[in-house]
């Protein structure tokens, strides 16, 4: 069954991913240089890592030398923040070109990036701005797409986002746009299961109807991560993709069915913000990797007795 959705990912016509690379259906951490010496260390082995492209753009130093050793061990999951893939200005050659120097460098399982845009004009926004869901932004991300797997010869994985407001413009769903994305360019998913909890909030819809609706068989790798709370003007409930403490129960309980309807996906525990030691971030490893085992333990149970 895997094998049948894995093949399914990619159109007939498509060039890339003439090597196929996956991450294994373990939970991986966002690798901070200050964990090296803990993770190596550590006799519990972390199912992967994964990087933000961006701090590894440059042609050499400590950072790389950190990361060819982990590399070593570990199985590498290259995460991208910066490409701006929502921008109506195009994408930015250089950068491109920066992330494709990155991927060959490392050669990845996965490669990922967001669904928004932060570049107007030569300014970077240090932030992850919505798009509109309409049909010039969806042909527009699609062309972007097709580039950025034509360049660095791979299929991409993209991220719901975090969304705090919605546009007048969009005609479409959330979902209808990121089911027809992963459609037209043959790009796998990356489910943020927190993305969806914070939006949902938000937004005041239900989370398990949103994922119900969401292209789950396009999904290649689940992102898990802490938000912080507060409220809106109006006193309402307001979340902030924050990336600075534990997960929260909820995402915990929407994660459980969301494996509990594909089976083991490689999961990633985020944590970008106000870092802590390595044993906090082991602690939400191991229990996305119960998770996982749990279902695994499942489905092979269901497919022994058929």
Same mark, same amino acid.
């Given at each position: 069954?895997?094998?049948?959705?894995?093949?399914?990912?990619?159109?007939?016509?498509?060039?890339?991913?003439?090597?196929?690379?996956?991450?294994?259906?373990?939970?991986?951490?966002?690798?901070?240089?200050?964990?090296?010496?803990?993770?190596?260390?550590?006799?519990?082995?972390?199912?992967? $890592? @994964?990087?933000?492209?961006?701090?590894?753009?440059?042609? /050499?130093?400590?950072?790389?030398?950190?990361?060819?050793?982990?590399?070593?061990?570990?199985?590498?999951?290259?995460? /991208?923040?910066?490409?701006?893939?929502?921008?109506? &200005?195009?994408?930015?050659?250089?950068?491109?070109?920066?992330?494709?120097?990155?991927?060959?460098?490392?050669?990845?399982?996965?490669?990922?990036?967001?669904?928004?845009?932060?570049?107007?004009?030569?300014?970077?926004?240090?932030?992850?701005?919505?798009?509109?869901?309409?049909?010039?932004?969806? &042909?527009?991300?699609?062309?972007?797409?097709?580039?950025?797997?034509?360049?660095?010869?791979?299929?991409?994985?993209?991220?719901?986002?975090?969304?705090?407001?919605?546009?007048?413009?969009?005609?479409?769903? @959330?979902?209808?746009?990121?089911?027809?994305?992963?459609?037209?360019?043959?790009?796998?998913?990356?489910?943020?299961? &927190?993305?969806?909890?914070?939006?949902?909030? &938000?937004? /005041?819809?239900?989370?398990?109807?949103?994922?119900?609706?969401?292209?789950?068989?396009?999904? =290649? @790798?689940?992102?898990?991560?802490?938000? =912080?709370?507060?409220?809106?003007?109006?006193?309402?409930?307001?979340?902030?993709?924050?990336?600075?403490?534990?997960?929260?129960?909820?995402?915990?309980? $929407?994660?459980?069915?969301? *494996?509990?309807?594909?089976?083991? $996906?490689?999961?990633? *525990?985020?944590?970008?913000?106000?870092?802590?030691?390595?044993?906090?971030?082991?602690?939400?490893?191991?229990?996305?990797?119960?998770?996982?085992?749990?279902?695994?333990? *499942? =489905?092979?149970?269901?497919?022994?007795?058929?």
């Amino acid at each position: 069954m895997r094998a049948l959705i894995q093949a399914d990912r990619l159109r007939p016509q498509t060039r890339i991913d003439s090597v196929a690379r996956h991450l294994p259906l373990r939970a991986g951490a966002g690798f901070k240089p200050l964990h090296a010496d803990a993770i190596l260390a550590d006799d519990f082995r972390i199912g992967f $890592l @994964e990087v933000h492209a961006e701090n590894y753009m440059g042609a /050499g130093g400590h950072p790389h030398r950190i990361l060819t050793r982990m590399r070593e061990d570990f199985p590498l999951s290259i995460h /991208g923040v910066g490409l701006s893939i929502g921008s109506p &200005n195009g994408l930015d050659p250089a950068h491109l070109a920066r992330l494709k120097t990155v991927v060959d460098r490392y050669q990845p399982e996965q490669v990922s990036e967001h669904l928004a845009w932060s570049t107007h004009d030569s300014h970077f926004l240090n932030d992850l701005l919505p798009v509109p869901y309409d049909e010039a932004t969806l &042909n527009r991300v699609c062309n972007h797409i097709d580039q950025v797997q034509e360049v660095l010869g791979c299929r991409i994985l993209l991220e719901n986002p975090s969304t705090y407001l919605g546009f007048e413009a969009s005609t479409m769903s @959330e979902t209808d746009f990121i089911r027809a994305i992963a459609h037209r360019t043959g790009c796998g998913l990356l489910l943020d299961i &927190n993305n969806v909890h914070v939006s949902a909030t &938000n937004h /005041g819809y239900s989370a398990r109807d949103y994922l119900a609706d969401f292209p789950l068989l396009h999904v =290649a @790798e689940i992102h898990l991560a802490g938000h =912080a709370e507060d409220m809106d003007d109006a006193g309402l409930p307001l979340l902030i993709d924050s990336h600075d403490r534990p997960v929260d129960d909820l995402v915990w309980d $929407l994660y459980e069915h969301v *494996i509990g309807r594909l089976g083991p $996906l490689p999961t990633l *525990i985020e944590w970008d913000n106000d870092v802590p030691d390595w044993p906090v971030l082991k602690r939400e490893a191991q229990r996305a990797d119960a998770i996982l085992t749990r279902h695994d333990s *499942i =489905a092979s149970g269901l497919r022994h007795a058929s």
